[in-house]
């Protein structure tokens, strides 16, 4: 199947910086990924759809000036959490849908902790 | 309202028998419908797409089934091992490029 890439897989920060997350679609093209956060033993939470070349689309309740998203080819998605603090520690994880088979994949996720 | 429920929160069954997931959901009408295996602490892992048209697909010990008249999907895994325990999560495919719809998840443990 489809690879879908994240990086990094885990990262610690302090609070008050910015951790940027980036989503690679492997072998296929993807216009659009998704973003989404899980804390534990939760359901995947949707964050924000992000849109080849425009402005992502954001969940009610998920602040855009926080979680910045650029989608800048059909390959990469960057989500960037800024002025982290304690309570953006979770799981983030994007998935692209491949336009061919319709398939939708996911990355590994990347587990963010902030100090 | 619009709901997909999957019936069971979790399912325990013995090494070798036929696991049985259900996937339920009201006023939607999905394209097609996704299944996925979610480990603790990774993404989740694609296993199979069934379009509306589609009664069945199949691919090695998976099996699912759709009905757009009862609203329902079945997930069986045949054969089942200790391996195979994860939880499952069924997904209604609007078509598109809108999000998945995602069910909770159902925690199958596998008992050798």
């Known amino acids: 199947g489809a690879v879908v890439s994240q990086h990094p897989s885990w990262v610690i920060c302090k609070s008050g910086t910015s951790v940027k997350i980036e989503c690679r679609s492997l072998?296929?093209?993807?216009?659009?990924m998704f973003w989404y956060r899980q804390f534990p033993k939760q359901s995947l939470m949707l964050m924000a759809t992000s849109n080849e070349g425009s402005k992502a689309t954001y969940e009610q309740g998920v602040e855009k000036d926080k979680f910045l998203i650029n989608h800048a080819s059909l390959t990469l998605s960057t989500l960037t959490v800024t002025s982290a603090h304690p309570e953006d520690s979770s799981f983030y994880i994007c998935?692209?849908?491949?336009?061919?088979?319709?398939?939708?994949?996911f990355g590994p996720g990347t587990r963010l902790t902030v100090l | 309202s619009q709901k997909i429920e999957q019936n069971s929160e979790a399912l325990n069954i013995q090494e070798g028998k036929t696991a049985t997931l259900t996937c339920n959901y009201t006023?939607?009408?999905?394209?097609?419908l996704q299944w996925y295996r979610q480990d603790p602490g990774r993404g989740p892992v694609f296993l199979l797409l069934?379009?509306?048209?589609?009664k069945e697909k199949r691919k090695e010990r998976l099996k699912v089934t759709f009905d757009t008249t009862l609203k329902q999907s079945l997930f069986h895994i045949t054969a089942s091992q200790p391996a195979d325990s994860a939880t499952y999560l069924c997904?209604?495919?609007?078509?598109?490029?809108?999000?998945?719809?995602f069910g909770k998840g159902t925690r199958l443990s596998v008992i050798a």
């Open positions: 997904a209604l495919d609007l078509g598109g490029n809108t999000p998945l719809v």
């Open positions: 072998d296929f093209q993807a216009t659009t």
């Open positions: 998935s692209a849908r491949d336009g061919t088979s319709f398939e939708q994949f």
């Open positions: 069934i379009r509306e048209n589609e």
């Open positions: 006023n939607y009408s999905p394209a097609y």
